[in-house]
């Protein structure tokens, strides 16, 4: 059964704080994504990775970095959160000539 | 750019209802083309995807037609369920390996019994 495993379900930051979101994928994908979904909003992507150590901005990256040291991690990185990115996070990995897989993603607070 | 435009919600439907939601797309080249379902507090599923022109893709008495001259991707169902109460995604990729995955901004259905 593949998957895509986001680290947590539920977080509460305080504002300010450094915050890291794990996602980790078990099929040999090489394009990762994170992505923010908000209400009416749809889904926004904020950054992707198509290899190791390679990563690219997507839509909304500001606030926001990531990390790709191997191949089946890929992270989030808040350097400062703020009430503003109080949100839902999605990871998803994606194979070529393959349909994406999604974790089941983190709710994120900050307050 | 790529893009993926999607029938705004909310929809609501009772249930036994026929369903049509709505998806065009705009890329380049020959994008393969996919609709997620995502139920409340999960992640997104995928429901069923077509790769080339006038493939038809199905699953849970879901399809969808890829019409390449109307550059269209229309999700149908017979007869819904309070069960498929959920969001629903349209999406398209490129097939060219390294890419990006360009979603529609979404449709939230509500079936009432």
């Known amino acids: 059964d593949v998957k895509v495993t986001q680290s947590s379900r539920y977080l509460v930051k305080r504002t300010g704080e450094k915050v890291f979101l794990e996602c980790v994928q078990d099929?040999?994908?090489?394009?990762m994504f994170w992505y923010r979904q908000d209400p009416g909003l749809g889904l926004r992507l904020i950054y992707f990775s198509y290899d190791v150590k390679m990563k690219e901005k997507g839509d909304i990256p500001e606030g926001y970095s990531v990390s790709r040291e191997k191949k089946e991690r890929f992270s989030l990185i808040l350097e400062s959160a703020s009430t503003n990115q109080t949100s839902m996070y999605l990871c998803?990995?994606?194979?070529?000539?393959?349909?994406?897989?999604f974790g089941q993603g983190t709710r994120l607070t900050v307050v | 750019g790529d893009s993926v435009t999607q029938m705004e919600g909310p929809v609501t439907l009772s249930e036994e209802a026929f369903l049509t939601i709505n998806c065009t797309y705009t890329?380049?080249?020959?994008?393969?083309l996919f609709w997620y379902v995502q139920y409340p507090g999960e992640g997104l599923q995928l429901l069923l995807k077509a790769t080339k022109a006038d493939d038809k893709g199905s699953n849970k008495g879901f399809e969808a037609t890829y019409r390449k001259e109307t550059t269209s991707f229309h999700l149908e169902k017979g007869s819904v369920q309070v069960s498929d109460s959920a969001v629903y995604f349209c999406a398209l990729t490129l097939n060219f390996g390294n890419e990006k995955l360009t979603f529609g901004t979404g449709t939230r259905l509500t079936i009432i019994p």
């Open positions: 099929m040999d994908h090489e394009n």
């Open positions: 890329a380049t080249g020959y994008p393969s």
């Open positions: 998803a990995s994606l194979g070529a000539y393959t349909e994406a897989f």
